[in-house]
Protein backbone atom coordinates (compact mmCIF):
# COMPACT_ATOMS: atom_id res chain seq x y z
CA UNK A 1 0.00 0.00 0.00
CA UNK A 2 1.53 3.48 -1.46
CA UNK A 3 1.39 6.49 0.90
CA UNK A 4 -1.25 8.39 -0.96
CA UNK A 5 -3.89 5.07 -0.60
CA UNK A 6 -3.30 5.42 3.21
CA UNK A 7 -4.63 8.84 3.04
CA UNK A 8 -6.79 8.07 0.90
CA UNK A 9 -8.71 5.42 2.35
CA UNK A 10 -8.18 6.93 5.92
CA UNK A 11 -5.73 4.94 7.45
CA UNK A 12 -3.13 7.82 7.96
CA UNK A 13 -4.22 11.09 9.37
CA UNK A 14 -3.44 13.93 6.57
CA UNK A 15 -0.05 15.91 6.77
CA UNK A 16 -1.49 18.80 7.08
CA UNK A 17 -1.55 21.44 9.38
CA UNK A 18 -3.55 24.56 11.16
CA UNK A 19 -2.86 26.48 13.47
CA UNK A 20 -4.78 28.99 15.04
CA UNK A 21 -3.00 31.29 17.07
CA UNK A 22 -5.36 32.83 20.48
CA UNK A 23 -4.34 36.42 21.29
CA UNK A 24 -4.78 35.79 25.18
CA UNK A 25 -2.19 33.03 24.73
CA UNK A 26 0.37 35.47 22.82
CA UNK A 27 -0.61 38.90 25.33
CA UNK A 28 0.01 35.98 28.33
CA UNK A 29 3.35 35.29 26.78
CA UNK A 30 4.55 38.68 26.21
CA UNK A 31 3.84 39.29 29.09
CA UNK A 32 5.26 36.70 31.02
CA UNK A 33 8.73 37.32 29.00
CA UNK A 34 8.26 41.01 30.05
CA UNK A 35 8.24 40.07 33.82
CA UNK A 36 11.27 37.24 33.36
CA UNK A 37 13.39 39.99 31.30
CA UNK A 38 12.44 42.50 34.29
CA UNK A 39 13.35 39.99 37.09
CA UNK A 40 16.52 39.25 35.51
CA UNK A 41 17.95 41.99 34.96
CA UNK A 42 16.62 43.23 38.95
CA UNK A 43 18.45 40.30 40.07
CA UNK A 44 21.54 40.67 38.01
CA UNK A 45 21.74 44.35 39.50
CA UNK A 46 21.37 43.93 43.06
CA UNK A 47 23.69 41.20 42.22
CA UNK A 48 26.54 43.72 40.98
CA UNK A 49 25.59 47.00 42.73
CA UNK A 50 27.87 45.82 46.19
CA UNK A 51 30.91 45.09 44.13
CA UNK A 52 30.17 48.18 42.04
CA UNK A 53 30.00 50.69 45.10
CA UNK A 54 32.79 49.06 46.55
CA UNK A 55 35.39 49.54 43.61
CA UNK A 56 33.84 53.30 43.61
CA UNK A 57 30.92 53.07 40.19
CA UNK A 58 28.02 54.22 40.10
CA UNK A 59 25.20 51.83 41.74
CA UNK A 60 22.99 52.84 38.75
CA UNK A 61 25.28 51.23 36.14
CA UNK A 62 24.54 47.55 37.68
CA UNK A 63 21.07 47.59 36.18
CA UNK A 64 21.90 49.09 32.49
CA UNK A 65 22.21 45.52 30.82
CA UNK A 66 25.44 45.01 28.81
CA UNK A 67 27.06 48.65 29.97
CA UNK A 68 26.88 46.79 33.61
CA UNK A 69 28.95 43.57 31.92
CA UNK A 70 31.09 46.89 30.56
CA UNK A 71 31.82 48.32 33.64
CA UNK A 72 32.39 44.68 35.37
CA UNK A 73 35.25 44.09 32.83
CA UNK A 74 36.72 47.89 33.85
CA UNK A 75 36.44 46.86 37.35
CA UNK A 76 38.46 43.68 36.72
CA UNK A 77 41.49 45.09 35.06
CA UNK A 78 40.33 43.84 31.47
CA UNK A 79 39.57 45.78 28.52
CA UNK A 80 35.83 46.81 27.63
CA UNK A 81 36.41 45.95 24.56
CA UNK A 82 36.16 42.07 25.22
CA UNK A 83 32.26 42.97 25.26
CA UNK A 84 32.71 42.61 21.87
CA UNK A 85 34.12 39.09 21.83
CA UNK A 86 31.14 37.96 24.17
CA UNK A 87 28.95 37.76 21.31
CA UNK A 88 31.17 35.24 19.72
CA UNK A 89 30.36 31.64 20.20
CA UNK A 90 33.12 30.42 21.95
CA UNK A 91 34.93 33.15 22.55
CA UNK A 92 32.51 34.16 25.22
CA UNK A 93 33.70 31.37 27.24
CA UNK A 94 37.28 32.46 27.13
CA UNK A 95 35.92 36.14 28.06
CA UNK A 96 33.67 34.47 31.35
CA UNK A 97 36.59 32.32 32.45
CA UNK A 98 39.05 35.21 31.94
CA UNK A 99 36.29 37.86 34.02
CA UNK A 100 35.74 35.13 36.56
CA UNK A 101 39.62 35.02 37.12
CA UNK A 102 40.32 38.33 37.47
CA UNK A 103 37.15 39.36 39.49
CA UNK A 104 38.20 36.51 41.74
CA UNK A 105 42.18 38.34 41.87
CA UNK A 106 40.83 42.47 42.52
CA UNK A 107 38.89 41.04 45.55
CA UNK A 108 41.79 39.37 46.34
CA UNK A 109 40.22 35.82 46.16
CA UNK A 110 41.82 32.38 45.49
CA UNK A 111 41.19 29.91 43.01
CA UNK A 112 38.03 28.39 44.15
CA UNK A 113 36.32 31.33 44.13
CA UNK A 114 37.39 32.26 40.18
CA UNK A 115 35.55 28.93 39.70
CA UNK A 116 32.56 29.37 41.29
CA UNK A 117 32.72 32.38 39.50
CA UNK A 118 32.65 30.99 36.43
CA UNK A 119 29.81 28.52 37.30
CA UNK A 120 27.75 30.25 39.91
CA UNK A 121 28.68 34.29 38.96
CA UNK A 122 25.08 35.44 39.70
CA UNK A 123 25.32 33.75 43.70
CA UNK A 124 29.32 34.43 43.78
CA UNK A 125 28.22 38.14 42.95
CA UNK A 126 26.42 38.15 45.67
CA UNK A 127 28.46 36.93 47.83
CA UNK A 128 31.91 39.13 46.94
CA UNK A 129 28.96 42.23 46.96
CA UNK A 130 27.34 41.86 50.46
CA UNK A 131 29.93 39.92 52.33
CA UNK A 132 33.65 40.87 53.50
CA UNK A 133 35.83 41.12 50.36
CA UNK A 134 37.22 44.37 49.54
CA UNK A 135 38.43 45.91 46.17
CA UNK A 136 41.87 46.43 45.90
CA UNK A 137 42.26 47.82 42.55
CA UNK A 138 42.53 46.86 39.07
CA UNK A 139 46.41 46.75 39.38
CA UNK A 140 45.47 43.47 41.64
CA UNK A 141 44.57 41.85 38.63
CA UNK A 142 48.25 41.54 37.59
CA UNK A 143 49.25 39.56 40.71
CA UNK A 144 48.61 35.53 40.20
CA UNK A 145 45.78 34.33 41.46
CA UNK A 146 45.51 34.14 44.95
CA UNK A 147 48.32 36.03 45.85
CA UNK A 148 47.34 39.55 45.46
CA UNK A 149 48.74 41.68 48.14
CA UNK A 150 47.36 42.13 51.33
CA UNK A 151 45.18 44.41 52.73
CA UNK A 152 45.78 47.25 55.16
CA UNK A 153 44.07 46.65 58.75
CA UNK A 154 43.94 50.52 59.81
CA UNK A 155 41.42 52.50 60.41
CA UNK A 156 38.02 52.39 58.43
CA UNK A 157 38.81 55.48 56.65
CA UNK A 158 42.14 54.70 55.36
CA UNK A 159 40.59 52.53 52.79
CA UNK A 160 39.39 54.12 49.94
CA UNK A 161 37.80 52.66 46.97
CA UNK A 162 39.70 51.58 44.07
CA UNK A 163 42.31 52.22 46.01
CA UNK A 164 45.98 49.75 45.77
CA UNK A 165 46.98 48.13 48.88
CA UNK A 166 50.34 46.77 49.15
Given at each position: ???????????????????????????????????????????????????????????????????????LLRISGLSPWLIILAFIP?????????????????????????????????????????????????????????????????????????????
Amino acid sequence: MTLITALASGMLPAMTTTTTTDPAAVAGALTGSLLGLVLGILVAGFSLMGMFTKAGEPKWAAFVPLYNIIVLLRISGLSPWLIILAFIPVANIVVVVLLAINVAKVFGKGVGTAILLFFFSTIMYFVLSYGGARYLGREAARHPLGQAPRQSHGPVGAYQPGQYQS
